[in-house]
């Protein structure tokens, strides 16, 4: 699943709600250090590293997880020209020890966490006074749910262009279809698993944190032209002279402690 996942990721343009919210939290942080939980099997971020050097945001990413795939962290960190690395040793996202430093990211993961386990990687990131992005490509949306059997389809198309090929991913993906039925059963799951925007300012209101120090936003962006959309949540620490930054296009909503 984790293979599919990636390979999914290289072939399909599915980056632009992530690079979109990024960008501009980016110049706003003033950093071009990436610090990605919840890695899995390296994710969106090559492709999102190479996004955002084309829009001339040049970024280096580290990428972690409480279980790291190192094989597929050493992958991506070989062919990303320098622009990725990682750290083999598990990072739990709700304890990030204070000394790694980079922006922190979670795309496509923080569905997996429980709400008691959200507001911990929220409120350590206040506590540690980085920004953090978090971004979500699917959601509570029929269009959404509905194109989940097709993913199943997508793995019998996909998984021969898997390279290196393995035996077993052939035996569980055709013989035994396993890999199909447990990547359409995921993605069902994780649609309604997504936390919705009324959801994320909830979290955020239950975190204790000086409004004049750090900020929250969160907000939903349209995925191209179908009838769905991509949410995020994005937090920044406050200097004594803040930038303003342009979200056009996006509703967003500015949070404060309760």
């Avoid at 610090?35 to 955002?52: H, I, R, T, Y």
């Avoid at 709700?94 to 922190?104: D, L, M, N």
């Avoid at 509905?146 to 052939?170: D, E, G, N």
């Avoid at 004049?212 to 920044?236: C, D, N």
């Amino acid at each position: 699943m984790t293979a599919y996942l990636f390979r999914s990721f290289e072939i399909a343009n599915q980056i632009e709600p992530i690079v979109e919210t990024l960008t501009p939290a980016i110049e706003e942080a003033r950093t071009d250090q990436l610090l990605d939980l919840c890695s899995g099997g390296a994710g969106p971020m090559p492709p999102v590293v190479e996004a955002l050097r084309q829009r001339g945001v040049e970024v280096h990413a580290t990428l972690t997880d409480l279980f790291p795939n190192v094989a597929y962290f050493e992958r991506a960190a070989k062919a990303s020209g320098g622009r990725i690395d990682f750290i083999a040793e598990p990072v739990d996202a709700t304890a990030v020890p204070p000394t790694i430093p980079g922006f922190r990211t979670i795309f496509n993961a923080f569905h997996h966490l429980r709400p008691a386990d959200a507001r911990r990687v929220l409120a350590s990131t206040v506590a540690a006074r980085r920004p953090i992005a978090v971004v979500e490509r699917v959601g509570r949306e029929p269009a959404v749910i509905l194109s989940m059997p097709f993913a199943a389809i997508a793995v019998l198309l996909l998984m021969p262009t898997i390279l290196p090929l393995h035996w077993s991913r052939l035996l569980f993906t055709y013989l035994i279809p396993l890999i199909p039925l447990l990547v359409a059963f995921d993605g069902f799951v994780s649609c309604l698993r997504v936390y919705s925007v009324r959801e994320l300012e909830g979290l955020v209101s239950e975190i204790d944190f000086d409004p004049e120090q750090y900020r929250f936003e969160v907000g939903r962006v349209r995925i191209g032209k179908i009838p769905a959309h991509s949410t995020w949540l994005v937090g920044m620490p406050l200097d004594p002279e803040p930038r303003s930054v342009d979200r056009r296009g996006r509703r967003s909503a500015t949070l404060a402690a309760r």
